[in-house]
C-alpha cells in the first residue's frame, strides 16, 4: 500500500439509467451517508450530465468520468479538466476503458489536472499499460486484470498474483503511487483481499449503481476496510 | 419561416470560464429572467457538466450542447440521450462544429431524441450539408455560412443572400422544418435580420457567453423579434 | 437505372489475408481477365497499403477503400485523395460502414475527389443516410440494406422491396445519381436482381476475396449482367 | 547508444505530393542507391497507399508510416500489422505525432508486430511519454523533443542537454532500447550530434521529401554516421 493512504473506495455510476439523474443523486447521498457512518473514504463519479448537480448536493468528494484535453472557451460538449473544477469535481477519472485516450493526452490532463488540484485516476487493461501510465506519475493507477473483467469472477477467488505482480511492476515504476484494484469487486471480502494484495482501494461500478439497495452494498463494501 | 414556429434565440455557453459552473447558472438565470419579461422563446446549453444542475435550477428549456450515439449502461463519460433527459435537457445541439460526428450517428440520434422527446438541432457547416441533414428531419437545422462564423462581420452586413439561398435549398427538402441562423448574430439587429431572411431564431454562444452583462446582450436580443 | 450507366461491380477487398499483399495482386488480375473476357465493368479496392502496386499491375479501374480528410504534406499515415490519385486509383470508396466520417468530411471529401477526377461511391446504413448522402452529390450511393448485411440472405431472396424503396427515395434528391446493390450479393442471381430493382451495379466483398475460386466467382457475378 | 546498435537513418515521406507515388519511389530508389554506396542503414517509410509498390523496387527495408489495431479481414481501408507485411513492410512508425494512437491500442500493436518480425518505432511528443512508451518495450522510441519540433532549430545548435536527459530518462526504463533524435535534423552535422547525444540514429521527413536533391541530402546525413 502507499505510504500512509488511506483506503478509498471509488464507484463509477457510468451510464446506467438506475444511476442517472435523480438517481445519481439517490445514490451519491448514499455514499455520503455510509462515508459520515463508517468514517471510510468514498468517492462517486456521476454521469458527466449529472456532475455539477451531485457536487452540490453531497459533502463527499465526488470525481468526473472523465475530461477531455481541449481548451477551455471555444469547445462544445467536452469537459476540459478547468469544467470539472467549475463543477466542483475534486478528481477525474482518466482513460477508462471505455473512453480511451491517446497518449499524448492523458499526460496533458495529468499536468493540468494536477495544477488545479484535481486527483487523477489512470485507468490501465493489462500489467504492461499500467506500467506505461504509472511513469507519467498520476495519482493513481487503476488496474484491471483481464481475468477479472465484467465477470462472476471476484478478486478473492481469482489467482491473487493477478493483482499482487500488477503492483510489484508499477511500485518499481513510481515506488508511493495509489494503486486501485479496478475489476473483480463485489463485496467487503473483495475490498479486504484487494487491500491485501497492496493495491490502496477500489474502482467499482455496476456492483453499486445497479443495485437494489446501493446503501447496503456500499456499507458492505466499507466493512472491508479494516481497523 | 416554419409554419407559425415561434422565434427562438439559443444561446450555447461552450466551456467559457465565465459561464461555466456558477457562471452557467448566473447566465441561465439571466436568460430566464429575460424571457419572461420579454415573452420571447430563449433557450440555454450550458456546459455539459453543469447540465443537470442549470436545469433544476430555472424554468425555462434547457438543451445539451452533444449527445453520444452510445447505449446507456456499461458507457463511462460520455452523454447517451438518456442521460440528457434524465438530466432535464429538453433538447440538444447535435454534430456542432466543434463536436462533429459520423454521419450514421447523427441519423441514429436524431430517432433517439425524437422518442424520448427531446429536441434536435443538427448544426451545419454549408449549404450543401445542410442539405444533407435535412434530408434526415431533425427538428432544427443551424446554419453557419463560413463567411459569418467567428468574426466581427454581422448577418445584417454581409450579403444576405448567403442565409436566404441555404434557407431555400433546406426547405426544398424539408418544408417545415426549423432552421436557425447559427453565425454573424451578435444584437437585436441580427436577430431581426434572421428573422427576415427567413430563418426561425438564432443559435449564438461568444456574444452572451463572455458578455460583461450577459442580461443586456439578451434583453437587446430579444429585442429584435418583433410583434 | 441511371440514364445509360453501364452496370458495374466494385470487389472490396476489405484486409482479408487471403486478399492482401500477393494476393490482392492475384484477385485484381483475375477481374482483369474476367472484364476483358466477358467486357464487363469491374472494380477492385484493394488494402489500401497494396494500392499502389495493384493499380500498377492491372488496365481495369481501381478504387481506394477509403480517403482521408487531411492536407497533403504534413500528416503521416493517412490516404488524401491526392495520395490515391497518385497511387493511380480511378476512385474511392468514402465513408464505408466500417470506416465512417464526420459529416463535414464527407462532403469536403466528395468535391476533393471530383476537383481531381476520382469517382466516389458513398457507403450508407440505410434509407434515411442514402438519402441524406445522395443530398450531396456523390457518383454513386452504395446502400446496405439491414436485413441483407453480412448474412446468407441473398437480395434476390430477401422482400426485394427494401431495395426499390431506396433507389426511389435516393432518386427523389438526385435523380441521376449512380446506386448500387452494397449487401446480399453473392452470385449472378443477385447481381441480376439487382439491377431489376432499379440500381446499377453491385459492391461486395467476401464473396470473392474469401472465395477459392475468385475468377469463377466473377466471371458468374459477371453473368448476371444482362445484354 | 544501445548496445552494438548500427546507426539508422528513417525518412518519413508523410503525405508530400513531392514524395507520392512516382517521387515515392524515385526517393526510395534514391535510398537505396546512397545505403549502398555509404554501407549505411537507411529505410524509408512512403505514404501507406504506396508501401507495397515500394517494397516490391528497393532492397532496402521499407517502414509503414502507421499500423492499425483492427482486426484482419472485415476491416476496410486500414493497415493492421499483418497488412503492412503482406505488402513487405519491415517495420513500421507507431503513434507519430500526426497520428496518435490510444494506449491500449499501442500497447497491442508493439505485441502484434513483434510476433510478426515488424521492427516497431513509438514516437513520442516529449520527456514523460518516452518514458512511458519505452516502458512497453518497442525496439525503438523516437524522441521530438519540443524545442527543435518543425523549425529552422537543429538539433546541432539547440541545447544538447534535451536529447541527453531524455536518452538518460528512457534507458532507466529500458538499457537496450533504441532511440531516435525525431527532430531537428537537416544534414550530416545533426545526424553526427544526434549520435554522439546517446541517440541511435535519426527519423527525419521534409529535409529529404521535400529536398530538390534528396539524393544529395540522403549521402550528406549519411556522411554523418562515424567510422
Known amino acids: ?47 458527466i450530465s ?64 494536477e495544477s488545479l488540484g484535481l486527483t487523477t485516476v489512470l485507468c490501465s487493461n493489462n500489467i504492461a499499460v499500467s506500467r506505461a501510465l504509472a511513469a507519467i506519475n498520476p495519482a493513481f493507477v487503476a488496474i484491471e486484470p483481464p481475468e477479472l473483467i465484467g465477470g462472476d469472477i471476484s478478486v478473492t477467488d481469482a489467482n491473487p498474483e493477478i493483482v499482487s505482480v500488477a503492483v510489484a511492476v508499477i511500485r518499481e515504476i513510481s515506488p508511493e503511487i495509489g494503486i486501485l484494484t479496478g475489476a473483480g469487486v463485489k463485496n467487503g471480502r473483495d475490498v479486504a483481499m484487494a487491500l491485501e494484495l497492496g493495491t490502496d482501494g477500489v474502482l467499482l461500478a455496476s456492483g453499486v449503481a445497479k443495485a437494489k439497495d446501493p446503501r447496503a452494498v456500499l456499507l458492505d463494501l466499507a466493512s472491508g476496510i479494516p481497523g
Chains 1, 2, 3, 4 share one sequence.
Open 1 to 47: 500500500m502507499g505510504v500512509a493512504m488511506e483506503p478509498v473506495i471509488i464507484v463509477n455510476l457510468k451510464t446506467y439509467s438506475e444511476a442517472s439523474g435523480e438517481g445519481a443523486l439517490s445514490i451519491a447521498k448514499a455514499a455520503e451517508s455510509v462515508a459520515k457512518e463508517t468514517g471510510r473514504r468514498i468517492i462517486v463519479a456521476p454521469p
Open 50 to 113: 449529472d456532475l455539477a448537480l451531485v457536487c452540490s448536493s453531497v459533502s463527499i468528494p465526488v470525481f468526473s468520468q472523465h475530461v477531455d484535453n481541449v481548451k477551455i472557451g471555444s469547445t462544445t460538449g467536452f469537459v476540459p479538466p478547468e469544467g470539472a473544477k467549475a463543477a466542483g469535481a475534486s478528481g477525474t477519472l482518466i482513460n477508462h476503458s471505455e473512453h480511451r485516450l491517446v497518449m499524448a493526452d492523458i499526460e496533458q490532463l495529468v499536468k493540468r489536472c
